[in-house]
């Protein structure tokens, strides 16, 4: 009997001593040191050409967006951003002192970039894309950097990230680094022009394309080998920009390059929800880097080869079927719709692409549809199309049946299914 006891007390033991070492190597693992405060710089200690590169690189990587406030003050962070996990707050990146990063150096301000550590020493959530800014070279983030510090100080606290139990943990970050962040430098590829693998170095690095376009696993890192599949932003689906795009074949450099700088392409339309705010940051890129973005974009989407559609396809128009099969869609839609998508109506003759060319009624997820419906399209200022929301002036019911229709009469797809529990259970969540 003292023999047992003596051994269940050894193996506690072990287990204990085992248990505190691993407790130890994972604070270890997750410590990273505070770096030094300095004095705000002082703004002629950056070079203009400096801050001018900064404010394009800036502009690529859509820092403004998550970093303003609905009606707040520019780069003052406390932006609400809903994630699976819960809300996070963005942080201000003007260069006040207290508030701000105006305490930061450069060292510290590229260690948040590409490790996701903040000044202080502790863990950034990925919400910062540091998986993909590790792929920008440092003398970029200088200069961005240099933008930043140059900007007005706005003294604004974000409030407190509102997360699911635990997670407020920040060294549980590190964990999440060590399976997610690959910290490798851009290389560019020999048998690719320049403005390739200029195009490649912006998408991949600061302009974090496949932070919304490739799927996420359940611990919210992108989904390895599925890059630029298709992913979701903001409750809206962000398309997959490789070839099984549904309209990968009418994307072409030029078509990619009008969307891109203007928000609107005659054969696409209209940059609708998240990614209105980033066409309207491009439209202030130098053409020359857009340009860029597009060549690389349609490279992986005719990755199989396929070449770009030089012509739209004739408008499909199957009304009379569609009629049949959701009347009700039918009425609304001539009550509330055609003045503008009917066909012949004037709207069509100022530019505007067919229904039946559009990603969003051709795709087999509605959500888009839905969204666009619901909440409605803003025009870009001075820009761009306009569609007002619907969601407050009709029923799920209204919605699902003249969204069925437009289904059904501009596409030759199969019917969305359960239509109206998607504009319901998208109501909810707006």
């Given amino acids: 009997m003292s023999s047992n006891r003596k051994s ?21 693992y997750a410590y990273e040191p505070a770096i030094d405060k300095i004095s705000r710089p002082d703004r002629e200690s950056f070079s203009p050409d400096a801050i001018r590169r900064g404010e394009q690189l800036a502009t690529v990587g859509d820092c403004i967006v998550c970093h303003t406030s609905e009606g707040g003050q520019p780069f003052a962070g406390a932006r609400p951003l809903p994630t699976p996990f819960g809300t996070l707050y963005s942080t201000n ?8 990063i105006g305490t930061w150096s450069e060292p510290a301000f590229i260690r948040a970039m590409k490790q996701g550590v903040r000044r202080d020493g502790s863990h950034l959530y990925p919400a910062l894309p540091y998986e993909h800014f590790t792929h920008v070279r440092d003398e970029d983030l200088k200069d961005v950097y240099a933008f930043l510090m140059t900007r007005q100080p706005v003294m604004q606290q974000a409030p407190d990230n509102d997360l699911l139990p635990g997670l407020g943990f920040r060294p549980l970050l590190a964990g999440w680094k060590m ?6 430098n851009f290389e560019p590829i020999a048998s690719q022009t320049d403005e390739w693998n200029r195009g490649k170095y912006l998408v991949d690095g ?5 932070g919304c376009h490739t799927p996420r696993n359940i611990a919210g890192g992108e989904k390895s080998g599925s890059e630029f599949a298709g992913g979701m932003a903001e409750g809206w689906i962000a398309p997959a920009l490789d070839s099984s795009n549904p309209s990968a074949a009418t994307w072409s ?35 020359s880097d857009v340009s860029a973005i597009a ?13 770009a559609v030089k ?7 199957n009304a009379q079927r569609a009629a049949n099969d959701f009347p009700e869609g039918a009425q609304i839609f001539q ?28 795709t087999g997820d509605p959500t888009n549809a839905v969204a666009a419906v619901l909440q409605g399209v803003a025009a870009l200022p001075g820009k761009g199309a306009f569609m007002p929301a619907f969601g407050r002036n009709m029923s799920d019911k209204d919605l699902a049946q003249v969204l069925g229709y437009v289904r059904a009469r501009f596409t030759h797809q199969t019917e969305w299914k359960n239509l109206e529990e998607i504009v319901a259970s998208s109501r909810s969540k707006e």
């Fill in 206 to 210: 600061l302009a974090h394309c496949g």
């Fill in 8 to 28: 269940l007390r050894a193996a506690l033991f072990a287990t204990t001593i085992a248990a505190l070492g691993g407790i130890a190597v994972a604070f270890w």
């Fill in 311 to 317: 012509e739209p396809a004739d408008p499909i128009d």
């Fill in 93 to 100: 990146i003007t260069p006040d002192e207290d508030s701000g």
């Fill in 253 to 287: 450099e030029e078509s990619l390059f009008d969307y891109l700088k203007t928000g609107f392409d005659q054969m696409h339309g209209v940059a609708a929800g998240p990614m209105g705010p980033v066409s309207e940051g491009l439209s202030n890129l130098a053409d």
């Fill in 179 to 184: 399976l997610f962040l690959d910290q490798a």
């Fill in 295 to 307: 060549t690389y974009i349609s490279s992986i989407m005719k990755d199989d080869g396929t070449e």
């Fill in 335 to 362: 009550g509330a719709c055609a003045s503008c998508h009917e066909s012949g109506s004037p709207m069509l003759h100022q530019g505007r692409p067919p229904l039946s060319h559009l990603t969003s009624v051709k």
